[in-house]
């Protein structure tokens, strides 16, 4: 917590100058200094008589807090109160650019003398407890982990945009960098997260080093009155006689409460189960009667924050408090539930109310209604939607028997399976996504309320069993959306499944690979870089030419302008080595920093191995970050103008996106030409379960132009030789029924040779439970017929994988150079 506040001096206001920023080292103090100085802009020493920022918290709001909003806390460690007329806070993002936009919070008022201020900045869509009132308060969105606040003796925005320059404007009175920000005093501050503030310590003491003087915890906002938050989160001692309103009246006959932000009194129930873990405590409470309107939940949840409610399953209670519409994150459902609760046990050892069983033709195999928009106030119809159907038994009693597993565990203890047991099944148990139309309406998300010290949660593969009886409440997550939190955990079985490989090259054959390596950084664990090696070499027969994705620069996630990744690939050749493959050669361009997406600092990119044994890489000088590739004529047929290249790489479709590498190769006297690409990410589509039916796939605008600009590349290629051995592949992160796969090889020059599958093989990745297809590989139409092809299953299936991606090969039949009548 902060330490308590000094009363302040009526009449003395201190109106602070620019403090200066420099002190003159002496003795041993002065190398030290020196040395900073250095390695970087000298930290500053602040007069005491100086306000400075206190606190920094960015995560209000977000999955898991418990604040609504963001803020920033001023701090005053004089004996005298600081006015702040005419001052403000600014705020940087963590890497800013020259154009970038500073956001600025007029501040006004004093800070008391030893005493605090409070700025208000942006509420996130969740969160359950209000700041207290604060001194000011602006819109500023802070990120969670990593940004830079400055405090500045005026409003308006700093110009500054590094931290030596900002260290030289005279307007700024301090500056706090966390989580790697660039613009900071000294080292940064932690990184944060949703539920952990950046604060300076006791006595405010300011050294001019962000990651000296600041330590992450709890956010501990508090007001120039000395007041902090009132988390309200419940407390037994509630009502004695019930209310006048039942569950079901509170849950309505839609997804948003008709209650919703009243307060209301002694509502009754039996409580069914207790999250006692956690900073989302609290328990379900159950109606064992009911109104009998199929649409109308008749289960509650009462949120007592990272309090443990004290009460068990079988207690009758009343309850008391305020009704909540909690959206975990922007354009999900809301989940209705009472904070600021009070209650009464009545009673205790009562038969808990009978779970509804989640059985094959229970829930209705249609999705969602097809609205147009957002679907809350629809009233439910849990009879033909599925997505109604989990609102109409929010919070009851749900059970499962006998249940296939269709996903395995994920590292947050979470697995998926099925009650549709006949229903779209892959050769290896999971569940086929297979259309837009049919987005598998029996899956359901399990996870567990029993304590993982006395019941380990399983760690389960697709096509194990959870037998017998799983059981437990109706709860929802922006994680794959409505889930059983499990009380009883049926059986864990295991199914056996193992590690398939694809079959051997043949000698006339050239074989070709695509690897989604996951975020694979220099610094990585060696146990990573292994298991990736055995791959390559057990379950992929050591590819002639592999084309990997996700490889990160030698220092992984360090921000700091790294960008080169030879470290990286020869860890990774290395390994392959050592678990004899073959001693592979890579060919690379390094992205301009922070240009490409992924994690900041990781600057992620596409990169080809290939075995100098088996292939030839037909290297042309120039290519680079910036350079595109061209097809020019050649003695042999087409040539690359660079080789490797990346294609239009300023063109705005690839703007915070992977640039597909090309590169020519030469093996068995055949020119190859491969494209290994990552399009962009589905991460700004609204949710399958969201709120908003039909979703919007805003991301697929991007991941289209992305496609169009490959399928250019390859009508150039085939136009000077519509022969051409062109292989296109990578992460396309769309599925083979989608506009992006429909652009390349529906409209475009190429083959899908994954659409020969039978349709129970067509997938390379698991998520939310359904098994899909984000990674193809494509070929020139005029050699489909000179193909065969082939996925590992080795990852996407198992909670022990070491990528979420199946890497999938291709083989290059070399002894023919016309195809066998496939157009």
Request: hydrophobic share 35%; aromatic share 6%.
């Amino acid at each position: 917590m902060s330490p308590p506040l000094l009363p302040s001096t009526p009449g003395e206001n201190v109106s602070p100058t620019r403090p200066r920023r420099l002190i003159a080292p002496t003795s041993a103090a002065a190398a030290a200094v020196l040395l900073a100085a250095a390695l970087g802009p000298v930290p500053a020493a602040a007069d005491t008589g100086t306000p400075v920022i206190a606190e920094v918290y960015g995560g209000g709001g977000n999955s898991g807090a418990t604040l609504r909003h963001d803020f920033v806390e001023l701090g005053n460690a004089a004996d005298a109160p600081v006015t702040v007329d005419g001052w403000s806070v600014q705020y940087l993002p963590a890497a800013p650019k020259p154009t970038t936009n500073v956001q600025v919070t007029p501040l006004a008022g004093e800070i008391p003398a030893g005493g605090r201020y409070l700025v208000r900045q942006a509420a996130g869509t969740g969160g359950e407890v209000d700041l207290p009132a604060p001194d000011a308060a602006g819109s500023t969105n802070m990120s969670a982990t990593a940004g830079t606040v400055l405090l500045v003796s005026g409003t308006e925005p700093v110009e500054c945009r590094t931290a030596a320059d900002c260290a030289a404007d005279g307007s700024v009175v301090d500056i706090v960098g966390y989580g790697g920000a660039e613009v900071r005093e000294g080292e940064s501050a932690p990184r944060l997260s949703n539920t952990t503030a950046a604060a300076r310590g006791d006595g405010l003491a300011d050294t001019g080093d962000n990651a000296a003087d600041f330590t992450a915890g709890g956010p501990t906002p508090v007001n120039a009155a000395g007041e902090g938050p009132d988390e309200g989160p419940g407390e037994p001692g509630g009502p004695s006689e019930p209310g006048d309103l039942r569950i079901h009246d509170i849950q309505g006959v839609t997804r948003v409460s008709p209650h919703a932000g009243d307060t209301v009194s002694g509502v009754p129930g039996v409580v069914t189960a207790v999250n006692a873990f956690g900073s989302a405590q609290g328990f379900w409470f159950q109606d064992p009667e009911g109104d009998g309107d199929p649409r109308t939940s008749e289960g509650l949840f009462v949120f007592t924050g990272s309090t443990a409610p004290g009460v068990a399953p079988g207690d009758e209670v009343l309850v008391s408090g305020r009704v909540d519409e909690y959206r975990p994150a922007s354009g999900t459902q809301t989940i209705t539930q009472l904070d600021r609760a009070q209650w009464t046990v009545l009673s205790t050892g009562n038969a808990v109310p009978e779970s509804v069983a989640l059985e094959a033709g229970v829930i209705p195999a249609e999705y969602a209604p097809d609205h147009g928009g957002d679907i809350s106030g629809l009233e439910l119809a849990p009879d033909t939607y599925a997505l109604d159907f989990w609102a109409a038994h929010e919070h009851m009693m749900v059970r499962l028997e006998d249940a296939p597993v269709i996903a395995p565990t994920d590292p947050y203890h979470a697995f998926w399976v099925t009650v549709e047991p006949g229903h779209n099944r892959t050769a290896n148990g999971g569940v086929a996504y297979g259309s837009y139309d049919d987005p598998n309406a029996g899956r359901v998300k399990v996870e567990s309320l029993l304590d993982r010290d006395v019941h380990p949660f399983p760690r389960v593969d697709v096509g194990d069993t959870l037998a017998g009886v799983t059981e437990g409440p109706v709860y929802y997550s922006r994680f794959g959306g409505y889930l059983v939190r499990a009380t009883t955990l049926g059986e864990h079985v295991p199914g056996g499944l193992e590690r398939t490989p694809v079959r051997g090259t043949e000698r006339y054959e050239v074989s070709i690979a695509t690897y989604n390596v996951e975020n694979l950084g220099g610094r990585d664990d060696q146990a990573k870089y292994d298991a990736l090696a055995t791959g390559i070499v057990e379950y992929l027969d050591a590819p002639d030419i592999i084309g990997l994705e996700e490889i990160q620069d030698d220092n992984g996630e360090v921000d700091d302008g790294t960008v080169d990744a030879g470290a990286t690939l020869d860890r990774l050749t290395a390994a392959i080595e050592a678990q004899g493959g073959p001693a592979y050669e890579w060919r690379q361009i390094s992205p301009e920093d922070k240009q490409d997406g992924g994690a900041p600092g990781g600057n992620i990119r596409n990169a080809f191995l290939f075995d100098p044994a088996r292939v030839q890489f037909v290297d042309r000088p120039g290519g680079d970050a910036t350079t595109a590739v061209e097809v020019v004529r050649g003695s042999r047929g087409a040539e690359l103008s660079v080789s490797p290249g990346r294609i239009e790489p300023a063109d705005p479709a690839w703007d915070d996106s992977r640039k597909p590498l090309v590169g020519h190769f030469r093996a068995l006297n055949r020119d190859i030409y491969v494209v290994t690409n990552h399009f962009n990410s589905k991460g700004g589509d609204q949710a399958l379960h969201g709120v908003v039916q039909p979703p919007a796939r805003t991301s697929e605008q991007q991941r289209n132009a992305q496609a169009e600009l490959v399928a250019g590349f390859a009508d150039e290629l085939l136009a000077v030789d519509p022969d051409a051995n062109l292989v296109v592949m990578g992460d396309l992160n769309d599925f083979q029924f989608s506009r992006t796969l429909e652009i390349l090889t529906g409209d475009g020059p190429l083959y899908n040779p994954m659409t020969d599958l039978p349709a129970p093989e067509r997938y390379n990745y698991v998520f939310d439970g359904n098994s899909q297809a984000l990674d193809h590989i494509l070929v020139n139409r005029e050699i489909a017929g000179r193909v065969d092809y082939g996925i590992a299953r080795i990852n996407s299936e198992f909670h022990d994988q070491v990528s979420d991606h199946d890497p999938q090969v291709l083989w290059l039949d070399t002894r023919r150079s016309t195809p066998p009548g496939r157009s």
